[in-house]
């Protein structure tokens, strides 16, 4: 007598914590490299880990993407938590970043498929808004994980940026099929050297625009010329 192939499920991911939303976490994820995320996953998921249907909506109160925002993070918490094994300190900011995207990236890499389908599921016009949502969470909680203490202006264009490199990176990886990753890992780098180029070639800009008159200046030229307040008069 044969019986149809059992599924081969997912491995869960390990966290020290029990909570019933971690254990419902845990449960869907064996589940939606199969099927996505959707509502008959958070059932079977719910009934797995001992908990009945009125847990769902309480613990995720939008369903499956309630579960997609609780993989996303999870799986910066645990980022957070492997980095802060390492010395960050001697490190180049640029070399502290590339090591907290592969650090996130190697995080998911048991859960490779349900990151994919997460990836997508976040690309439906109905969930973009937390699709963006979680991208600046990841970005920010890398910022800030790297020793990033801005509170101007630059605050934003960091993870501005950042956004764009982990986004194109995330979409390399779920390509890369090579064991190592190492497509991966350079197409990282690239990108962040890139990045940092241009923030050199930014910033030399800004400084050779500093010595030039300002936009009030020249359209005041009667302004500009006079002493600004404080200054002595010539001959004085």
Known sequence: ???????????RPR???RSPKDALLRAALAHVPFDGFTDSVLARAAKEAGLARADISRLLPEGPLSLVEAFSVWADGEMVRELGKHDLAPRKIRERIALAVETRLSVMKP???AARRAAAFLTLPQNAATGAKLLY???DAIWRAVGDTSTDFNFYTKRAILAGVYSTTLMRWFSDTGTDERETREFLHRRVEDVMTFEKFKAQMRER????????????PERSRAPRRG???KGA
């Open 1 to 11: 007598m044969t019986g149809k192939p059992h599924k081969r499920a997912s491995p």
């Open 15 to 17: 966290t020290k914590t």
């Open 231 to 233: 200054s002595k008069a």
């Open 137 to 139: 969470r990841t970005v």
């Open 111 to 113: 859960y490779k498929e």
């Open 209 to 220: 625009f500093s010595a030039l008159p300002s936009l009030s200046d020249i359209l005041n």
